[in-house]
């Protein structure tokens, strides 16, 4: 009975996580709009899950992020219907393994945080910084190690470094700190609420 209770409120806390999720891929609230530039604010509920309900729960939420990523690339993403028309399979790679990836590992970092002396507030803390400094070096990394010939041809490296360090730069730093206080709190106000 207990484990049939708790499969039940992981799955329930999972379609509410999911829901977050596409709602804010799809609506305002889930990207801040700049010159250019596509601050994300998904990774809070991605990392939100990595850590209340474990690294397969973050990779899943990671891989809806991802396939929500995908699909703002078919119009709703300039950026993304950019590289879209350069190479549908590179694009797919940059979105979608990537916030798997970043997902699964937030967990594992949390789960790792928690095996140690550490408070749990720090252990949370430091789990929900990770989140979107993960997702931006996957991110970046897969971009430019599949788009970086692409990227010179088409504007030069002389306006591809100011591109990559604007985007880790302002991208980075923003979703860094919107998670690391966000997702601290809602990660420990659901790990009180739901006594974890």
């Known amino acids: 009975m207990t484990k049939s209770k708790f ?17 804010m891929a799809f609506t305002p609230i889930g990207y801040i709009k700049t010159a250019g530039l596509e601050i994300t604010l998904i990774v809070i509920p991605v990392a939100v899950g990595a850590v209340t309900l474990g690294p397969a729960a973050g990779a899943i939420l990671g891989g809806v992020f991802g396939i929500t990523s995908f699909i703002q690339c078919f119009g709703m993403s300039a950026f993304g219907t950019l590289l879209l028309g350069v190479n549908p399979v590179f694009t797919f790679l940059v979105c979608v393994p990537t916030r798997i990836l970043d997902g699964w590992l937030t967990g594992l970092i949390y789960k790792g945080l928690k095996k140690t002396k550490m408070p749990s507030a720090g252990s949370v803390t430091l789990a929900s910084l990770c989140c979107p400094l993960l997702n931006t070096t996957f991110f970046m990394g897969t971009l430019v190690t599949l788009f970086a010939g692409t990227m010179r041809e088409q504007f030069g490296m002389t306006k591809v470094i100011p591109f990559i360090a604007a985007f880790v730069g302002v991208n980075g730093v923003v979703e860094a700190i919107v998670c690391f206080v966000i997702g601290t709190a809602v990660s420990m106000a659901l790990k009180k609420a739901l006594r974890y």
């Open 7 to 23: 499969s039940t409120k992981y799955l329930v806390e999972m379609a509410l996580l999911v829901a977050i999720i596409l709602l």
